[in-house]
């Protein structure tokens, strides 16, 4: 038998209504960005940031000023790997955790048959782990973007635009807003544990949780 309707035999309504309430926020705020990236990107904050890369690259490109390019990007990597690393730390106490409510002796019987005295919290901790997973793949892709661009940076113009058979600003302006995009998904990928967090507590104050996270992180959106 498959695990999930044993373990959602489990849910109360308020969880069940909780839970629907987080993931129709989380998938429909991707979708609400990721819409409006493409569509009325000067509407938003993140577009008017992708803006002021643009114009970065364009101003140093090909070679120029290569101490603030390093220092830029080295705090770029900084902070990076500091949310990368903090990510993979979360993920082993999430683990250190599930060991408690789930022991290794248990866990052929628990994956198979959802078996625990614990199976909601058990899931809870899961989701908490597959939210971390995703924010560390983000920081990850973002430092390997910023990689690149160390390298590209510190190559003349000239040669650049013969590589890419034209002009090279608007090849690299895209590695950088692509490697922006990823830091900026993997924060608002911690912004949406708050939620998971509170809803060891209650599914009520999960849901008020998931509609606070929405209100601020549209209302910061639309601030440009």
Not at 127 to 152: K, Q
Not at 198 to 222: E, G, K, Q
Request: glycine residues 6%; positive net charge.
């Amino acid at each position: 038998m498959l695990i999930f309707p044993n373990w959602f035999a489990n849910f109360h309504f308020f969880d069940w209504l909780a839970f629907a309430f987080f993931l129709t926020g989380l998938f429909g705020y991707r979708y609400y960005l990721s819409f409006m990236l493409k569509r009325h990107s000067h509407r938003l904050f993140l577009g008017k940031l992708q803006q002021y890369r643009h114009a970065w690259i364009n101003g140093h490109s090909g070679g120029q000023d290569r101490i603030v390019v390093v220092q830029t990007l080295r705090n770029m990597l900084m902070a990076a790997s500091f949310m990368a690393s903090t990510s993979i730390l979360l993920i082993m106490g999430a683990f250190n955790l599930l060991r408690t409510l789930a022991p290794p002796e248990m866990a052929g019987n628990f994956f198979m048959t959802g078996i625990s005295q614990q199976p909601v919290e058990v899931f809870k901790i899961l989701l908490i782990i597959l939210i971390l997973s995703y924010t560390f793949f983000n920081f990850t892709w973002h430092i390997r973007e910023v990689n690149y661009m160390s390298m590209v940076l510190n190559i003349s113009k000239e040669q650049l635009d013969e590589i890419e058979g034209g002009d090279s600003s608007d090849h690299i302006a895209r590695m950088f807003l692509t490697s922006g995009i990823y830091f900026s998904l993997g924060m608002r990928g911690y912004y949406f544990l708050i939620p998971l967090l509170i809803w060891f507590f209650s599914p009520v104050l999960m849901i008020c949780a998931t509609a606070l996270i929405l209100y601020v992180l549209i209302h910061r959106d639309l601030a440009a």
